[in-house]
């Protein structure tokens, strides 16, 4: 032992190499410790009351030594953390750029080796992070931040360390709420988001956080709260996609060690196995139940209330048109979400909706999306009125027309009863339209409230369903909820009837006759005891008859005189069978819906296979979002109708008929499908269009000069013969 001392005795000027002796026997070498801690303790108390020292270089090599060998002489260094975090806050904007960063790295290398806990290292930083002004430090601790709680948050999540670091961000948020010039804020709603996004934190605190910095009077905070709610839920999911395609690709890695051919390499192909591994593993695990941000707001009613007061209805707020526009959104979400009443939002949005409103489009969009049927009438009235006379009408173009009857639409959609019957019959008029997207707007209108309402149309525009069906049909009144069903499960009824088919024809290969008797009583299983009234109507019911669909004549005019009268006598024979069809159409509807919910009692292996089949059949709904497709957020494209229009799109309809031609040989030439058949030689004429263009230079400029010369004596020749000169001897035609 006293050799390698002796040894190391040679360079105690080199830290490095007294670092590496040191970690080897930290005994021997105490002596060596203690003198460069002195050595520390009076450079420390140098940059203290000199924070713009000279030396800071030495003094930042002096850290980096003490922070990666202070854990082998804890007695001597138990104020080292805290002397480090003090010089931090009290001097970061005098210190020389290297010695803060060497001061971060310190206090995140006595992180790692736990000398310090990961709450001391976020109190020291986030003071530093709200308060310094260079920009090279504020994102070293933004990222040292977000990587200390991931890191900690890894394996399981850390209740104690995320309510500390989420109080003190709240804090921020509350502190700078009323002022418009704080911007501590800033860098919460900048942490909070980053966490979210990568799926650290999906509680309702979190919430709470962006909650307060919508409310902020800061703008740039506001913004970024405002942000959160209408975006980060889609980053969450792109994020996590991304990260799903992520991984080592093994045909990479085993082509890099068959050219490296070292025997590190078969380390590499055991480590990207070993992710692959548990990459497979973690999919096949049962996911949490992540809840969007929307849904997770203790009191939404009150959020949307306090959004509209503060940054919309007061007219001493100094927000520009893009923030409004920011906050309008977020409250019609909130609205349509939630199905709130906010009945001061239907005005404000009226004075917007004109064609020369600035993304106007936005603005239609909120229109719908603040819509839900528990909305008063009298306040959508207005609303679907302005619209109409604003964008739908005979002086406008057809873009503006389709998205003012797109609009109508989504309004309508989500609350019928805003459409009065007179305006409908007009807007329908626009169903002959020669512009096809005002065309295919107002047909979708129609389509609506024939499902709907159909007695506000007119008869011509009502179809046969919903003819055969109004007399069945209730009026809509306001309030009025539907009685519940189980989503899909007519998805389940199908599947059953198909596994029942698929039985019957196994067995009948098998057992001829008596399999159909065995599959009557495979229903009956689990019964026994169980006294059902049979239900006849499947087998007397079947297929019926109907002669021909030109019977059924439905008038295409408001008055039935004017009707032409060819077909009377079959109508006429007709009509009562007409009726029972239709009475019989909604009996078999209803039994449809109902036969399955009310003959059976549904296993959880029955609700296991209709979830199954909601997903195939693209039904099944994200945590978070809510059942009804009205309360999702409307598409900008949907309002333009997906018509594509303009000299600008001529590229794109050249090549959408390309590809249609692409395995298509109609437009080729015989010669060409000859030529193909088999290999052949070029001729001179393609061999001159392959040619290189520098070896065609000095023939192209002489035949241009050529031409020249040969078009100006035609010319003159025309201009004498027109003339009535006779052409001169060696003239050319």
Known sequence: MVKR?????????????????????????????????????????????????AHAELFAELIGFMAQVSSCYPDLTPTFSDDLAQLLIKNHAALDTDLREKLVQSLVLLRNKDVISSITLLQTLFPVLTATQSKQLRGQIYRTVITDIRNANNKTRNHKLNKTVQAVLFELVEAGREDKTATAGLWAVKVTRELWKRSVWDDSRTVEIMKGASLSANPKVMSGGVRFFLGVDQEKEDAEEESDIEGPDMGRVKHQVAINKKKRSNKKIERAAAQLKRKEKNKNKPHALNFSALHLLHDPQGFAEALYSKHLSRTNNKLNMEQKLLVLQLVSRLVGLHKLNVLGLYSYMLKYLTPRQRDVTHFLICAAQATHDLVPPDSLEPLVRKIADEFVSEGVAGEVATAGLNAIREICARAPLAMNATLLQDLTEY???????????????????????????????????????????????????????????????????EQKALKHAKRGADDGETSGQEDEDDGEDGWDGWELEEDDSEDETGWIEVESDAEIEISDSEDDENAPKKKSKKTDEGSGKNESLAKEHLDSAEKEISTLATTNILTPADFAKLEELRQAAGLERLMGKSHNKHEDAVDEAMLAGGIKRGKSDREARIAAVAEGREDREKYKSNRGKKLAEKAHSTTNREKARKKNFLMTLGKAKKGQKRKLTETRRLLKAASDQRKGKKRQHGDRA
Do not use: C, W
Not at 18 to 28: A, E, F, K, T, V
């Open 5 to 53: 001392k002796r040894a190391g005795l040679v360079k105690l000027n080199n830290l490095p190499m007294l670092q590496n002796l040191i970690r080897r026997d930290p005994p021997s070498y105490r002596e060596e410790f203690e003198r460069q801690h002195g050595h520390y303790e009076s450079q420390r108390a140098i940059f203290m009351s000199q924070p713009t020292s």
């Open 431 to 497: 169903k002959g339209s020669k512009d096809k997207g005002v065309m295919m707007a107002a047909r979708s209108l129609i389509g609506l409230y024939r499902e709907v309402a159909p007695e506000m149309l007119k008869r011509k525009d009502r179809g046969k369903v919903a003819s055969m069906e109004s007399k069945g049909r209730e009026t809509l009144r306001y309030g009025e909820e539907k009685g519940g069903i189980i989503e899909g499960l007519e998805l389940l009824e199908k599947y059953k009837q």
